[in-house]
């Protein structure tokens, strides 16, 4: 990101004037001829605002600058910002439309019968989706090679995660408000699949995800538990679920692994930083286990294995 | 003579039966669960014996909620019945005229403006301000001896007013698990609350249920008519401020924890009355307890229920009492048309 800086700095005042143009109903011309393009997924957004030039990017959708959940939402609030709805998309005439395979049907067909070319992402479910996504971003924005250079970032997080966790096998169950359990088919279990930790979520026979009750995770005794904020206060009861005496009891802060929302909701460049997380935060509850007790169970158990 | 001392005697047992009948329900509201536990291991896990897991599971998350359920089904019943005695009208009940509605839109509003955490004392509050309103407006909206017609459509105006402001509260938030918390809120859980939740909800139960209870002679003094009541020494404009005041407390501080659970309050009474006769005064106990034993009773059910998600409490308490609502329609039905013509 520190490569694309300056160029998006030089870029600011162009970008401002294309916002104006387009909010008049005029394109601009394409910038070297590379396609424009409007995003109306969360998603996606996060895609385009890492792979396209400022100047390609139309618009993006109604959640691009909600700072807890979109990972640049800093970054997007130099463009416009869309409903998410066809309308204002139509207004833009951009090349190309990206959106997720969640967005409305009826917005995503409505589009297409307007003859407006529109590229459907599906929901990245693994690391290898992660990077087909990446990899199709860039082709569509004309980036192949910032594509490749992330997903060979990708590589390496996965790499050093994979190298720090190699010797242990910690029980790990991700779980968002309201007891909401991340299945096997979630990006977040594969990404602990991915580094050799297993997720508690098969256990509790939740293959797709579902939400888990209080008793049944603290009935599991997952080692830890992986969670979006390590925040205390409860902004409504969904969230307080997280902070029940009962599981703060058995997972205080030192048994959480806490990695953002932003980190984790989609698939994109944000997974690199999500793998670092989970390394950093891994190492810290490690520490405050061997704090606690004695380390030795743990390599006992290793050595038995190996 | 010899019939009055035969009624005491028959209040007396059902009394006895009735908390004997709470203690029962909350000891098996301990030993149902998601986790399955045999009855000796959850009184086991319950004195502090037992693993670390069954003792948290007990003592942390089935306690509060066979508390809450306990409290908050009586104070349901306790306000159904001092409204009914209030307004010497067996259709009153608190969910009916739209006080729960209203104080869920209190305690969403503080959730919405994102000021205050779930936990604190500034729901209860709020759910009780709003509460207090709430019957506060349909009494001056329907007058002092407004009809049932009056006091039901004026009811139904406000709850629904206060359900589609709880909607818009927590759409405009910028919550975007709106859908799941408007759930909450409008039907109503029992489940997965702490001890913070008791500690939040039962002192404002408590202070509702002393007022009402305190009201006692004054309702039973009004069961004789208005006049026939200050003639007694009742100042019935200061008994209908107590009694509102006693059931916004009690409802509020129950509805900032749990969500609206609705006709509890309505039913409890009208189960009562055959049993321990129609004096408001004698009616009040009865009805708390009665209404202590359905939540507890609904509230094992939702949980013995098989279903993939979990049902709402409020969702069950609505499906038993507003075809009971119907039923006692029907019998009104007479004065209901009278109150037209």
Redesign the interface.
Known sequence: MMVFMPQRQRFRAPALCAAILMMLGVSSAPAAGLPRLASINACTDQLLLALADPDQILGLGP?SR?AT?AWRAAAAHRFPQLSGEAEDVLMLKPDVVVAGSFTKLATRQLLQEQGQRLETFDVAHSLSDVKTQVARMGELTGHPDRAAAYNARIDAALARARRFVARRHYRVLAVS???WVAGRRSLVSSLLAEIGLSSAAGDLGLGYGG?A????I??L?PDFLLVSSGSE?????????L????LE??YPPSKRIVVSERMTVCGGPMVIEALDRLVAELKRVERDLCRAHTCRPATLRDRQQR | MVTAAVAAGRRRGVIVALVLLVALLALVSLGV???RMSPLAVLDALVGGGG??PR??VQ??RLPRAILGLAIGAILGLSGAALQGLLRNPLASPSLFGAPQAAAFGAVLV?AL?VA???SYALPVAAIVMAFLSVFVLLAVAGRNAGLLILILAGLAISSLAGSATALAMNLS????VA??IA?WLLGSL??R???HVMLALPFIAAGAVILLSQRGALRALSLGEESAQSLGVDVAALRLIVITGVALGVGGAVAVTGTIGFIGLIAPHLMRPLVGYDPARLLVPSALSGAALLLMADIAVRLIPST??IKVGVLTSLIGVPFFLYLIMRERRRLGGGVA
């Open positions: 959640y909600d959940r408000r309201r007891g939400f009750s209080l008793e049944a603290i009935s005794k206060f409860a902004e409504d009861e969904g969230r307080a679920f902070l029940h005496p009962a009891h058995f | 669960g998601p986790v670390e897991v948290v599971i942390e998350i959730i994102g955490d779930v936990r910028r919550n975007p698990f799941l918390e909450f489940e997965d702490s001890f913070r998600s979990d």
